[in-house]
């Protein structure tokens, strides 16, 4: 018989150890051949103290439990007898304490193992604090994208939620009308309330009639005015309502 040739490996535990010994003979966890396990187990445990390397205690306390559950296995089994109720007929097995101890190390050591495969990959991205991009952006399209931290989206969002709050409050019946509305002069009428009230004003101020062309072209009319830079709409918090006030030196021909 070759003799058992252990390469010393830096094993975390008994536990590891012995699924190492599992692994390496391809043997069956749940079939432990307990006799050629402990046999190599005895001899590593046997190679560390030669090597005088330290040697944890629960080692020691592995190789008593392995050779316990040996002792155990070379014992005669009982045998039944007759018309005896107490007596079961299956003896429990010396090896399933350790079996069990094993399948749930197995299972925490391949999750650890997943973790730090995902550690590994994630030190394999680099990335950068955010920086100022704007001074790389024009004035024009700062103020196409976003006036006094209230973006585009702000304002799709605000007249969204005007219109669904107007579907529920107007009537069902529609008449259908023939005027005309241009954007320049829905600008106009803006520049006029903002003059006259002479300060900011809600969004929702400037969309008081309910027919959909006209909210339309009002809701145009308030972005062409903030692409000028006539006007600047504020909101002083997320969700909260969007003001509009007239920019300073803004004038509207």
């Known amino acids: 018989m070759n003799p058992y040739s252990v390469k010393v490996e830096s094993f975390e535990g008994p536990l590891d150890l012995l699924l190492h010994l599992i692994n390496q003979e ?3 966890i749940y079939d432990i051949p307990v006799a050629r396990i402990t046999e190599q187990y005895l001899h590593y445990v046997h190679t560390m103290q030669i090597l005088e390397l330290d040697l944890a205690s629960e080692y020691l306390v592995m ?3 392995l050779l316990a559950i040996k002792s155990k296995m070379l014992l005669p089994k009982e045998t ?3 018309f005896d109720d107490e007596w079961s007929m299956e003896e429990e097995d010396p090896r399933d304490e350790l079996m069990y101890q094993l399948i749930e190390y197995r299972k925490y050591k391949e999750a650890s193992l997943e973790l730090q495969k995902k550690e590994q990959d994630r030190s394999l991205i680099h990335t950068k604090p955010p920086e100022d991009l704007d001074p790389y952006i024009s004035d024009e399209e700062k103020r196409n994208l976003a006036i006094q931290g209230v973006s585009l989206f702000d ?3 605000a007249y969204q939620k005007l219109m669904n709050r107007k579907a529920f409050t107007s009537k069902k019946t529609r008449t259908i009308k023939s005027q005309e509305y241009s954007i320049e ?5 803006v520049m006029e309330r903002l003059l006259i009230t002479d300060g900011p004003q809600p969004f929702e101020a400037f969309f008081e009639s309910g027919e959909k062309s006209q909210l339309v072209v009002t809701f145009l009319a308030v972005l062409e005015l903030m692409k000028t830079n006539v006007i600047r709409c504020e909101q002083s918090s997320h969700f909260s309502d969007i003001m509009i006030y007239q ?3 803004g004038v509207q021909a």
């Open 26 to 28: 391809e043997v069956d």
């Open 80 to 82: 039944p007898e007759l």
């Open 185 to 189: 002069e829905k600008m106009n009428e």
């Open 63 to 65: 190789a008593a439990t």
């Open 155 to 157: 304002m799709l969002s």
């Open 247 to 249: 920019s300073d030196g």
